[in-house]
């Protein structure tokens, strides 16, 4: 389980939010919402472990995230804002060098999903913006992580992409797994609870 306890964040002399508390159980889906500015990537930053709050603690399994670090890296995949990838490399390079261990086969199915097949060979920096995103969002069907934390996963994704990788977060959380996500689209599952970060005060 993370738990989110009494987290304050200020950034640029602004508390963007306070006193801010939650759970995320397995098995649980949870939209983090808000306009824009309102403090979403910073909140996901801070349960990511990249970033400090200036009050309040995350915990990963009952223990604070310096106390818990190693594991948390194992249990958590991180999808940020930018792609997070090697845009020298190619699709199958950067998905070999996130998930090596000679397993072929995982990462051609990766690729199908992602809709990369007769692209791995590209250079990432040479596809598009929406093929870009998607070497990054294929971890998602290579991962073993239990906890997805996922910044505007959606970003440059067509209608077809979202629908894929939608069913794939379902998926995650029918299996027991967690995903944590922000995404200005709006998200066409009954289930998903919604923090909403109000308007920053100054
Ligand atoms: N490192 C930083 N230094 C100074 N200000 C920051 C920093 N990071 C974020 N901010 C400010 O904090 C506020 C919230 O930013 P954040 O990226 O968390 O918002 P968001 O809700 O994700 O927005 P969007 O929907 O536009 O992606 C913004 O006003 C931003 O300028």
């Not at 403090?39 to 604070?64: F, I, M, Y």
Request: proline share 2%; charged share 20%; hydrophobic share 45%.
């Amino acid at each position: 389980m993370l738990d989110a306890i009494n987290l304050t964040c200020i950034r640029d002399e602004r508390t963007l939010f306070s006193n801010l508390s939650f759970s995320v159980s397995a098995g649980e889906m949870v939209q983090v919402a808000g306009q824009n500015g309102a403090g979403k990537t910073s909140l996901l930053r801070l349960l990511a472990g990249l970033s400090q709050a200036e009050e309040g603690e995350v915990h990963w399994q009952g223990k604070t995230l310096p106390r818990n670090r190693d594991v948390y890296h194992q249990d958590l995949l991180w999808l940020g804002h930018q792609p997070g990838i090697k845009t020298v490399l190619t699709a199958f390079e950067n998905l070999s060098f996130f998930h090596g261990g000679g397993d072929e086969a995982r990462l051609w199915q990766a690729l199908t999903e992602a809709g990369l097949v007769g692209f791995e060979d590209v250079p990432v920096n040479q596809l598009s913006a929406g093929q870009q995103r998607r070497v990054a969002l294929a971890r998602l069907w290579l991962s073993h992580a239990r906890l997805w934390i996922l910044d505007e996963p959606f970003t440059a994704i067509d209608a077809a992409g979202v629908e894929k990788i939608t069913r794939q977060m379902v998926r995650h959380t029918n299996e027991g797994g967690m995903v944590i996500l922000t995404t200005h689209q709006p998200l066409a599952l009954s289930f998903v609870r919604q923090i909403v970060l109000q308007e920053a005060q100054s």
